[in-house]
């Protein structure tokens, strides 16, 4: 079985205050979610938090599902699957010598997306360009940083008419 996992960070000032979410997806239906507010951050801590958070997730699950991790973060996606390596052989510096910004999320990305290698892949996905889940977790994390809570229900029914008033994943604390 493939699941899908959409991930979105926002940030209402850089730096200012800042949510993460990610949701992932069975059979087009939405079976877990998360979110959580941080009151002082930068968007691309963020991005990286909410993909962070969802691997932990999925770290925690004994199944061996598949999973393909959407990210609309070029700064995440190319990070994870390009420019780490590079990073690591030059002991966490840049192209420009300097030190590789928020080394702290990226060795803990590093040691899941290693871990899991075998069960996750990765996508891009082109933010505020009409698709379904990408719109549902970018309004999730944008609730996060704005209020510190999120209105699952109201977030659903807004992209999904007829969505249960029930939802089916576990809401985040």
């Known amino acids: 079985m493939v699941y899908k996992i959409y991930t979105d960070g926002a940030c209402k000032r850089n730096p200012g205050p800042g949510g993460w979410a990610y949701i992932i997806i069975k059979d087009d239906h939405i079976i877990k979610q998360s979110s959580a507010h941080v009151v002082n951050t930068t968007n691309n801590r963020m991005e990286m938090t909410a993909t962070l958070e969802a691997l932990k997730y999925i770290d925690t699950i ?75 977790v970018d309004e999730l994390a944008s609730n996060a940083a704005k209020k510190g809570s999120v209105s699952q229900e109201r977030s659903l029914e807004s992209y999904l008419p007829g969505f249960p008033s029930q939802p089916r994943f576990e809401q985040s604390s």
């Not at 700064?75 to 928020?102: F, Q, R």
């Not at 702290?104 to 899991?116: A, G, P, Q, S, T």
């Open 62 to 136: 004994d199944e061996a599902n598949q999973y393909e991790i959407y990210v609309d973060s070029k700064y995440v996606h190319d990070g994870i699957t390009s420019w780490i390596e590079k990073w690591k052989l030059k002991n966490w510096k840049t192209s420009a010598h300097k030190d590789v910004l928020n080394q702290d999320l990226w060795k803990e990305l590093d040691y899941f997306n290693i871990k899991l290698e075998d069960r996750i892949k990765w996508s891009w996905v082109k933010g505020h360009s009409g698709n379904k889940y990408n719109d549902i």
